[in-house]
């Protein structure tokens, strides 16, 4: 036996809230121990320092200390164990804020909580959605790989441009870090795809076989990458140490594979 799962029927009990930050990290534990049945429950040691004078009982625990590893002067209270699990509960505060894991142990029934300390907790878990404008962005790749523009693109060989729908520019190939913290807010807690906007794609392409608008601003992008490198060509006319316009000969789509290509529509 082990690796039970126990369900949380709502008999008045409190439900996790799955807005709080730490609900999906405390689930996706509970969901690994209920597969593996098992938990290794580490060594626990107690130091106690006590000050040179009288203490009363109420501060005891001011100069305990519990430790994973034997320091000097500690008590071992628990050697190291692999628990079997009978089955494991998420205890939750009135609030719907995970507190702990309840690890129940097959043999004893004795039972283990374990609570998950982050370095840090999010207090909006949810990140303000960006000003993003309908348009589709564009993941390239440079098929010559020894050619970087004049070293200016961090992504090399990979080209990330962001366009609206009437082909202006919202980031061009420059801006990869503002194109790819747009798309990771846009894409935040959403692992399926959104099927009323996956509907409405395939009746505007009828399924994919009218993609002239999406063509056409695939060129665009391509020309953006193009037009950056020839004004920077002529920006070299006036350094010291000779034009670019020669070097790095990028012309056009052929230099240019489609990776993949993001949709954004306006809610």
């Given at each position: 036996?082990?690796?039970g799962?126990?369900?949380?029927p709502?008999?008045?009990?409190?439900?996790?809230?799955?807005?709080?930050?730490?609900?999906?990290?405390?689930?996706?534990?509970?969901?690994?121990?209920?597969r593996?049945?098992?938990?290794?429950?580490?060594?626990?040691?107690?130091?106690?320092?006590?000050?040179a004078?009288?203490?009363?009982?109420?501060?005891?625990?001011?100069f305990?200390t519990l430790?994973?590893?034997?320091g000097?002067?500690?008590?071992?209270?628990?050697?190291?164990?692999?628990?079997?699990?009978?089955?494991?509960?998420?205890?939750?505060?009135?609030?719907?804020?995970?507190?702990?894991?309840?690890?129940?142990e097959?043999?004893?029934?004795?039972?283990?909580?374990?609570?998950?300390?982050?370095p840090?907790?999010?207090?909006d878990?949810?990140?303000?959605l960006?000003?993003?404008?309908?348009?589709?962005?564009?993941v390239?790749k440079n098929?010559?790989?020894?050619?970087?523009?004049?070293?200016r693109?961090?992504?090399?060989?990979?080209?990330?441009v962001?366009?609206t729908?009437e082909?202006?520019?919202?980031?061009?190939?420059?801006?990869?870090?503002?194109?790819?913290?747009t798309?990771?807010?846009?894409?935040?807690?959403?692992?399926?795809?959104?099927?009323?906007?996956?509907?409405?794609?395939?009746?505007?392409?009828?399924?994919?076989e009218?993609?002239?608008?999406?063509?056409?601003?695939?060129?665009?992008?391509?020309?953006s990458?193009?037009?950056?490198?020839?004004?920077?060509?002529?920006?070299?006319?006036?350094?010291a140490?000779?034009?670019?316009a020669?070097?790095?000969?990028?012309?056009?789509?052929?230099d240019?594979?489609?990776?993949?290509?993001?949709?954004?529509?306006?809610?």
């Amino acid at each position: 036996m082990g690796g039970g799962h126990v369900s949380r029927p709502d008999f008045g009990m409190p439900q996790p809230d799955p807005a709080h930050p730490l609900t999906e990290f405390y689930c996706l534990l509970q969901r690994a121990l209920d597969r593996e049945g098992v938990f290794a429950l580490p060594a626990l040691y107690a130091q106690f320092r006590a000050p040179a004078r009288r203490i009363y009982a109420d501060e005891a625990a001011d100069f305990l200390t519990l430790l994973p590893e034997e320091g000097e002067g500690a008590s071992r209270l628990l050697a190291p164990a692999q628990l079997q699990l009978l089955y494991s509960t998420l205890h939750v505060t009135p609030e719907g804020a995970p507190a702990a894991l309840l690890l129940t142990e097959e043999c004893t029934r004795t039972v283990y909580a374990v609570q998950l300390l982050p370095p840090f907790v999010w207090e909006d878990p949810l990140p303000p959605l960006p000003d993003a404008p309908a348009g589709v962005v564009f993941v390239l790749k440079n098929v010559h790989n020894e050619v970087n523009i004049n070293d200016r693109n961090r992504l090399h060989p990979y080209y990330l441009v962001y366009l609206t729908e009437e082909g202006e520019i919202v980031y061009d190939h420059l801006s990869p870090r503002s194109t790819l913290e747009t798309m990771r807010q846009l894409c935040h807690g959403k692992s399926e795809p959104i099927q009323a906007l996956c509907r409405a794609f395939n009746e505007e392409t009828r399924c994919g076989e009218e993609m002239q608008l999406y063509s056409d601003l695939l060129e665009e992008a391509v020309l953006s990458i193009v037009d950056a490198k020839e004004d920077s060509d002529l920006d070299s006319l006036f350094r010291a140490g000779g034009t670019t316009a020669l070097l790095n000969q990028i012309s056009g789509l052929d230099d240019f594979e489609l990776v993949c290509f993001l949709v954004v529509k306006e809610g």
